[in-house]
């Protein structure tokens, strides 16, 4: 994700330095509540402008490109939105298994409620399934594992971090993608048992690739142990 794209949702910067207008920001929140309520192919220029309460001219003003320029904003505005609010929750976490918990229960508590999103799922699945396929999954991917990587690097080297962050990522889109009865990621005791099975254990298997097991990670806190590798299970 660039660094514009997190500018537009917390009043920063904009492309070139200059500042996000609300009135930006209140068309591209006209344009999701519309997208929300109807879809992409039924919304028109007039929708936005009257659910912003503005003029179709002041539309084609802030944004050009017409309505593939404000469903533009809306796409990088709401991926802002959600890494933002992952950052925070992230940001709160003091070891790593909460700091993993707590992004992916974020993560997929927003994806999973977001109205406008869930719409175009149910309604219009040819507009968004195409973006979560092939190359633009793996771009997908590549962004959260970006975004997600620094705040593992406190416990993880950054190419451990890089590797964790895909796979959390992952784990979150295919649960998302094909939910299962028995896996609710909006519950943090659930992810928290995904992360205990699937991630803990993995952060093992490729620290113990590089390691011969005398420097131990502690995942639970913040500080590195020196402990024999037969007491514990994951290793750097």
């Known amino acids: 994700m660039t660094p514009t794209r997190l500018e537009l949702v917390m009043g920063g910067a904009g492309q070139g330095g200059e500042p996000v207008s609300p009135q930006r920001i209140r068309i591209v929140d006209g344009a999701l509540r519309c997208l929300a309520r109807q879809g992409i192919s039924k919304t028109t220029l007039d929708d936005v402008a009257r659910e912003a309460s503005c003029s179709r001219a002041t539309v084609y003003r802030v944004f050009p490109g017409g309505k593939d320029g404000v469903l533009a904003a809306v796409a990088d505005t709401e991926v ?19 700091v993993l918990v707590a992004g992916m229960t974020e993560a997929a508590t927003r994806i999973s409620g977001h109205e406008a999103l869930t719409y175009l799922l149910e309604f219009e699945p040819g507009v968004i399934l195409p973006r979560l396929a092939f190359g633009h999954m793996d771009d997908l991917l590549a962004s959260s594992s970006r975004f997600i990587a620094p705040f593992l690097a406190r416990w993880l080297d950054p190419a451990q971090a890089t590797r964790i962050a895909e796979w959390a990522s992952r784990l979150v ?3 998302l993608a094909c939910p299962a009865d028995d896996v609710d ?4 005791d659930q ?6 099975v699937f991630i803990l254990p993995a952060i093992g298997a490729i620290q113990a690739e ?14 590195h142990q020196h402990q024999p590798t037969a007491t514990r299970g994951i290793t750097s």
């Open 80 to 98: 802002a939105r959600l890494f933002s609010a992952v950052a925070v929750k992230m940001g709160e976490a003091d070891d790593l298994e909460d």
């Open 173 to 175: 889109l295919s649960y």
């Open 185 to 188: 990621l909006t519950s943090s």
């Open 191 to 196: 992810v928290r048992s995904l992360v205990r």
């Open 210 to 223: 590089g390691s011969s097991g005398a420097v131990v990670l502690d995942t639970t806190t913040t500080r």
